[in-house]
């Protein structure tokens, strides 16, 4: 099992930058290989929507359209951990922000972290 802890999130102003981190850490084992570590974000009462992969194994990233160059992740292989980068936000990013993490094609999830964008 994967467990993952989130931080970085938080109040910032329209236009404002954020850094959220997701470290993932292996609970029932010695190993701590990860294939593939994300982001979804989830706003009041509208629907999860994914917001960027990133792949491990080969070092590829893909975002969701929404993001439109505003997004950008990084990794720490070190500490298995993954970042994301948010600058130019928007109200609309506001939302709860979950991290998953993927080892031998299980995807496991964080509790999520709340950004919000107001001024």
């Known amino acids: 099992q994967v467990h993952l802890v989130e931080s970085g999130g938080g109040l910032v102003q329209p236009g404002g930058s954020l850094r959220l981190s997701c470290a993932a850490s292996d609970r029932t084992s010695n190993s701590y290989g990860i294939d593939r570590m994300g982001w979804f974000r989830q706003a009041p009462g509208k629907e999860r929507e994914f917001v960027g992969i990133d792949r491990w194994t080969d070092n590829t990233t893909y975002y969701a359209n929404f993001v439109e160059g505003r997004f950008t992740m990084s990794r720490d292989r070190s500490k298995n951990t993954l970042f994301l980068h948010m600058h130019s936000l928007k109200p609309e990013d506001t939302a709860v922000y979950y991290c998953?993490?993927?080892?031998?094609?299980?995807?496991?999830w964080g509790q999520g972290t709340q950004v919000t964008v107001s001024s």
């Open positions: 998953f993490g993927e080892q031998d094609a299980v995807r496991y």
